[in-house]
């Protein structure tokens, strides 16, 4: 295994760049390239993330009961956003809300972790809640296989119910992606045992692949070629290092925006 990797904490991004194209994982995780433009499309782009960032601060507030900070200056849309999340879920002195969650999980020794916007623990359920400030609409087949939505879900179930020292059942785990800018429900994805068992095996599959890939010519022992996919390369922020060309900022930003 390459040495960067040994103490490396993945997380749906970095497997998820593994899935996208393998050399893109390199770039990023081994060789640790921060690979940004500077023309003005790609700092719109940005802006436009940073200001995701924003919105799911007030989140974080209204979910932690602290004073939201909203003032002349927070931008308009967020403060419709952040009332229409309130009517969405109500606090209710039932439930725990934990904003901005982190867990981590030892799978196999290797470590995941995951970062939730929002985690509400009921009697008997589990919902985990993501903010999606993009303006490209979210349907269930494309939430439910996105490796957040995989991931997040695998360390719902793993580790939890164990923090917590409560019993749940898998097909009371639920994810819930909510899209303020849309006037539209949730999309709300189910869990059930089959599909943890299914999730696990993909993920330990994919961090093998991850460990034992041949990043560079002095690595002797590997089991997998490095490989370019160059179906992603349209999508892909190293489009203009591997081949000359420019990004589509209108579709790398799905790609990318999973936090
Ligand atoms: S530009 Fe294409 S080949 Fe190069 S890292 Fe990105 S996806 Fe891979």
Not at 17 to 42: A, E, M, V
Not at 78 to 98: A, C, G, M, N, Q
């Amino acid at each position: 295994m390459n040495k960067k990797l040994n103490h490396f904490r993945y997380s749906q991004n970095s497997i998820n760049t593994y899935k996208s194209c393998p050399f893109k994982f390199k770039y990023k995780y081994i060789d640790k390239i921060n690979w940004k433009h500077d023309d003005i499309q790609s700092r719109e782009y940005y802006e436009s993330l940073k200001s995701g960032s924003e919105f799911h601060l007030l989140c974080e507030r209204y979910f932690s009961n602290i004073p939201l900070g909203v003032n002349d200056n927070t931008k308009h849309d967020f403060v419709r956003w952040i009332e229409k999340i309130k009517d969405l879920i109500p606090i209710s002195s039932e439930y725990t809300y934990l904003p901005e969650y982190e867990v981590r999980l030892n799978l196999n020794k290797s470590i995941i972790q995951a970062k939730y916007d929002l985690v509400i623990i009921k009697e008997n359920e589990i919902e985990i809640w993501d903010w999606k400030t993009e303006n490209k609409k979210v349907d269930y087949k494309n939430a439910e296989n996105r490796m957040q939505t995989i991931v997040y879900m695998l360390l719902a179930k793993e580790v939890i119910p164990k923090l917590f020292d409560i019993n749940i059942d898998t097909k009371n785990i639920k994810m819930k992606y909510y899209q303020p800018e849309f006037d539209t429900d949730c999309v709300s994805i189910s869990y059930s045992d089959e599909k943890h068992n299914i999730n696990k095996k993909n993920i330990i599959s994919y961090i093998d692949k991850i460990q034992n890939t041949k990043y560079s010519e002095e690595q002797e022992t590997y089991k997998y070629d490095l490989i370019k996919n160059k179906n992603h390369c349209q999508f892909c922020e190293f489009n203009k290092l591997c081949n000359g060309l420019d990004l589509d900022y209108s579709i790398f930003e799905e790609e990318v925006y999973g936090r």
